[in-house]
């Protein structure tokens, strides 16, 4: 069974810009939830989406945003880069309840330049 | 709401000695408590979890963890360290009224001397 994959694994931005970032969930999951890791700040959960619908919000400001499609995918959009996005992205799916684990990818290391 | 404590940002052990990590959660519901390993430049990986059978969970590579309800604690433990075991460690809660949202504390880097 495929794991959970993001891509890109790598990304190098400047700030003003605009980035996407996506992750494939492992089949027949239904939930996706993003967090963002950095030293400083540790891990922190950005949203989580299931069935399409945002179902969990974390305290981040409206530059940061997601969606999820018809088929679990999910993407996570960031605007107006700043200096301090600069982080690991983690995203992590699962069958949507409480009781059953995340399962993470890789990540997507940005760099804001 | 919910929440974990992880007590230690660092721990160092010596290669073959017990490993002990701790961790404390506060939850107003029956939690769910799961501990994850992150090596460098990778995501997190589920190690074990806990969701009220057993209160002494086993997980992958010799780690197990004993829920006790009294103490509200969840601490991790492996009898004998490896140097492979040098990694960060998560510990991670959620529960039956928060749909999938997990609170994840702030971690332990765990240092194996060999």
């Known amino acids: 069974k495929a794991g959970v994959t993001q891509t890109p694994r790598y990304l190098i931005k400047t700030r003003g810009q605009q980035v996407t970032l996506s992750c494939s969930p492992i089949?027949?999951?239904?939930?996706v939830s993003w967090y963002q890791q950095t030293p400083g700040q540790g891990l922190q959960f950005l949203f989580e989406?299931?069935?399409?619908?945002?179902?969990n919000k974390g305290n981040f400001p409206g530059r940061f945003s997601g969606r999820q499609f018809s088929n679990s995918r999910s993407e996570m959009n960031v605007s107006t880069l700043e200096l301090g996005d600069s982080a690991l992205y983690l995203c992590?799916?699962?069958?949507?309840?409480?009781?059953?684990?995340?399962?993470f990818g890789d990540g997507t290391r940005l760099s804001i330049l | 709401a919910q929440s974990v404590t992880q007590l230690g940002s660092h721990v160092s052990v010596s290669e073959g000695a017990l490993v002990l990590l701790r961790c404390n959660y506060s939850s107003s519901v029956p939690p769910y408590l799961f501990w994850y390993v992150q090596y460098p430049n990778q995501g997190l990986q589920l190690l074990l979890k806990?969701?009220?059978?057993?209160?002494l969970v086993k997980g992958i590579n010799g780690f197990e963890a004993e829920f006790k309800k009294s103490e509200t604690s969840f601490h991790l433990t492996k009898p004998s360290a490896h140097m492979s075991d040098a990694a960060e460690y998560f510990c991670a809660v959620s529960a039956s009224n928060t749909g999938n949202q997990f609170y994840f504390g702030t971690g332990t880097s765990l240092t194996v001397i060999p």
């Open positions: 989406y299931f069935s399409e619908t945002q179902r």
């Open positions: 089949s027949g999951h239904r939930s």
């Open positions: 992590a799916s699962s069958a949507g309840t409480g009781n059953q684990p995340q399962h």
């Open positions: 806990y969701t009220s059978a057993a209160t």
